[in-house]
């Protein structure tokens, strides 16, 4: 079951860079990155207090799709504010601070879980309200403006898959995600 659940967390996961990618070129890479934490909070508690084995896997599901919205428009604000010559550092820094948390976090989760399981829960809601709240007052918008001939534009997101190139690169990567993701499934 324990598998079932890790996996369903992957799938909404999968799902989130998609939606995540629209709604930041749609609706703005702040108010995607606010959905995702406020959305995100309210799914771990929710995930704390479900019992039920088909309540676990859609609270499951629904965490990895909510917790992940946010990381396309993290990526494309990095993209928005920082010069071309500059990015391999920045996404290099926003990937050792993501790193570095989630390490900071695993030591906490152990002693937190000492106390109350619950306290897991409360405490990741709670940070990702923090990180909200970071964003809502200090995090201003940085999507470029469109202009008119493709404001009117839908978004096709198939068009990514037709280049061998990239898809090729997309499944390596899904690849090389199963294997580095072995640890939270075992």
């Known amino acids: 079951a324990a598998g079932l659940y890790v996996a369903l967390y992957g799938a909404g996961s999968l799902l989130a860079g998609p939606l995540g990618g629209v709604l930041a070129d749609s609706l703005g890479r702040r108010p995607t990155m606010l959905i995702s934490a406020c959305l995100g909070a309210l799914a771990m508690l ?4 479900a019992r039920d084995p088909w309540h676990l896997a859609e609270a499951t599901l ?11 428009a993290r990526q494309a604000a990095v993209a928005d504010l ?3 010559a500059d990015r391999a550092r920045a996404y290099g820094l926003l990937y050792w601070a993501v790193n570095l ?3 900071g976090a695993s030591v906490l989760a152990g002693l937190l879980s000492k106390v109350s399981p619950w306290l897991l829960f409360v405490a990741d809601a709670a940070t990702t309200l923090v990180f909200g ?10 999507r470029p403006e469109r202009p008119p001939e493709q404001k009117s534009q839908k978004t096709d997101l198939t068009a990514p898959y037709r280049d061998t190139v990239f898809t090729a690169f997309v499944l390596t990567q899904l690849l090389l995600a199963f294997v580095f993701f072995q640890d939270s499934s075992t």
């Open 82 to 84: 920082v010069p071309s």
């Open 62 to 72: 629904l965490l990895g799709l909510v917790n992940d919205l946010g990381r396309p």
């Open 46 to 49: 929710q995930l704390g207090i």
């Open 101 to 103: 948390g989630f390490a």
């Open 133 to 142: 709240a970071v964003v809502f007052f200090l995090v201003p918008e940085t």
